[in-house]
């Protein structure tokens, strides 16, 4: 007999409830941070530049009543190289295995073509979208309201909610309403878990992160990380991890090196105690550049990288 059963004899438990629902939007508009926000743990890397998000990223979310598998995805927009293009078409995919949609817009930007677009690919899907008009954390009251009905135009039909994804504000609204509509179904993951990413992967985008952050212009776009070597020392509670920063051009080299290595030291810093937190171990982190030039027009290149 389970608790709930002796506790309340007359009550019904709920059945479980268990789903995918893609994360998807426009390049920036705070994707990642929900899903960061969502299960309070960061396994998606977030900068205030657009296109940081290359793959996709798993976040799982287990309560009592329900297990809901989130998909952060790339930012949907007008692509133009091979690594853009492969980008999109992993969020475009993504949509065809869920069952639902998160689809964030942004309430401090504008609202134009490319989420007119998106509207379009989602206004066919039989299953439940909800639509997230984010970061009203910087907008007024009195803006909000023509923004809904802006939405509500874009999209008909679909349930709209104002949302801050970085200061937390209607996440619980957003859950209720997800988990309402997932299907009855058994977990896809064990309890505990929050993503499938493999350890060298997060390590790989923590990194990739700190080059986002820290450099300008067209350099983060043309940076990749892969790990080298990931060994765990058990015995002296600590994990070994070597990686090398791609970049495409020649010139980008003596940039995310810095004066006298300043750069990488700093990224190198940064990703490690970020890692240390993750890891709950020390990390000793060793990082090379490599020049690849043009490695995100390359389609191995690009394999190599998971896209
Ligand atoms: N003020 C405010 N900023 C936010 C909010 N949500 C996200 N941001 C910021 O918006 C920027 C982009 O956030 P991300 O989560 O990386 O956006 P994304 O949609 O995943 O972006 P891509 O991966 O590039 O498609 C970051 O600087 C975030 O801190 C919000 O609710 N309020
Ligand atoms: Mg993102």
Wanted: charged fraction near 25%.
């Amino acid at each position: 007999m389970t608790k709930a059963t002796t506790k309340h004899k007359s009550e019904k438990r709920q059945p479980f409830r268990s789903g995918y629902i893609a994360i998807v939007g426009r390049p920036n508009v705070g994707k990642s941070t929900l899903l960061n926000q969502l299960l309070g743990e960061k396994v998606a890397i977030v900068s205030p530049k657009p296109q940081t998000t290359r793959n996709r990223i798993t976040g799982i979310k287990t309560t009592a009543d329900s297990q809901i598998v989130f998909l952060d995805t790339p930012g949907i927009h007008q692509a133009r190289s091979l690594m853009s293009r492969r980008m999109v078409d992993i969020a475009l995919q993504t949509l065809y295995e869920v069952n639902g949609v998160l689809w964030l817009l942004d309430a401090h930007g504008r609202i134009g073509p490319e989420d007119e677009r998106i509207a379009e690919t989602l206004r066919g899907a039989e299953n439940p979208v909800f639509i997230l008009l984010n970061k009203i954390d910087l907008v007024s009251k009195g803006k909000l309201l023509p923004l809904i009905q802006r939405c509500s135009e874009l999209l008909p039909g679909r349930e709209i909610v104002p949302i801050s994804a970085l200061k937390g504000e209607n996440l619980p609204l957003v859950l209720e309403l997800i988990e309402k509509g997932l299907p009855e179904g058994q977990k896809f993951f064990p309890e505990g878990e929050f993503t499938d990413q493999s350890e060298r992967f997060i390590a790989a985008e923590f990194i990739r992160e700190k080059v986002f952050l820290l450099t300008r212009e067209e350099i983060p776009y043309g940076a990749g990380v892969s790990i080298d070597e990931f060994t765990e020392k058990d015995e002296k509670n600590l994990i070994v991890i070597k990686a090398t920063i791609h970049t495409e051009r020649e010139s980008h080299k003596p940039i995310l090196i810095g004066k006298r290595g300043a750069m990488l030291k700093e990224i190198g810093q940064r990703a490690r105690e970020e890692l240390e937190a993750l890891l709950g171990c020390r990390v000793y982190l060793e990082l090379f550049i490599r020049v690849d030039q043009g490695w995100t027009q390359n389609p191995y290149a690009l394999t190599e990288m998971g896209l």
